[in-house]
């Protein structure tokens, strides 16, 4: 998923690049960085030694130097190995020192309609980092200013921290939800912010993000945590290109604001149109409405039979929700990313293809 620290997904492949080792050494020394919650699964095998310390330790070997870990979100696939948007996945990292190479053992959440694809923090293990994106793909769910309090909250009672992914913030329309994890109060001692030009600005093969780590997040001796980020990214990151870094400054400018703004509201149009043909079909529907994404609830029926279904009733390409793992099985995703004509010719067609007598029993 996106740049900064969504882009670069941990330490460089090979093995023999002075790159890597100066990255190990630094690992030794001060333990994993907070960017490498998203590094590849050859990462994970370089990971430094694992103590039973603080929960804020920075001698810990897990992402965000963890004494003993679980990562509860919207996993990115490169850190659980999962796409499991509905249910919040949880990784459990054992071993002792000096082993350079945990065991990884995922559990998951549930996180669904019955939740309001929000975790129950209350039955929630601790977790060294918590990783939440809101907007949420492919599910358009958005937690509300009051549910991420409780998350802030509980992440700074359980010496976590918050990585917040924040690439669908300019869909936002609902007053109460929150554009930035920051608005939440007690979020600058636990949080770390990422976000993406891919939604803003249509960047998605570019690529150009940030990430915001504030001064007041330190680990368990004072230190700083941004002071580390910076260490590691300095040591394995050049810096995004001149090119990239002058589009980004175009979109920042009146005009390009002013043109991804008539850009989000004709997505979110689009998004509205979807969300409505579903709900005049008779379907339970999620999202649409603080994100470009529509999760369609089939009610338990298998997703690929109604992709199947559609694309040769319809000719209508939508996304079975057993794609993003098995806590998407029953759901179909519907995209805003598309021409109006298209989406106009495609509820025509879902009209046509999903009416209530047409959808196939269970």
Known sequence: MCGGLKTDSGLPDSPNTRSTELARELARDRTRSPRDHQSSPRDHQRSPEITRDHPRSRDSGLPFSRSRGHAV?????????????????????????????????????????????FPDLSSTPRADVVYFCSPNNPTGAAAS?????????????QGSILVFDAAYAPFIRSADVPKSIFEIEG??????????FSKYAGFTGVRLGWTVVPKEL??????????????????????????????????????GLAEIQVLIDYYMENAAMLRQTMLDIGLKVHGGTDAPYVFVDLEGKPSWDMFSKILEEAQVVTIPGAGFGPGGEGFLRLSAFAPREACEEACTRLRTAMKPDAVPAA
């Open 145 to 157: 200013r009051e549910q991420l309090q409780q998350l802030v909250d509980w992440c700074n009672k």
């Open 187 to 196: 979020a600058r001692t636990c949080a770390i912010e990422v976000n993406s």
């Open 73 to 117: 979100g919207r996993a990115p696939p490169c850190a659980l190995h999962t796409r499991t948007p509905c249910v919040h996945a949880v990784l459990r990292v054992r071993g002792t020192r000096p082993s350079l190479t945990p065991s990884v053992a995922p559990c998951r959440r549930p996180c669904n309609p019955s939740n309001n694809f």
């Open 218 to 255: 330190v680990w368990a001796d004072g230190s700083s945590v941004a002071a580390d980020f910076n260490r590691i990214m300095c040591t394995v990151f050049n810096g995004a290109s001149n090119v990239v870094q002058s589009g980004a400054m175009a979109c920042l400018d009146k005009d």
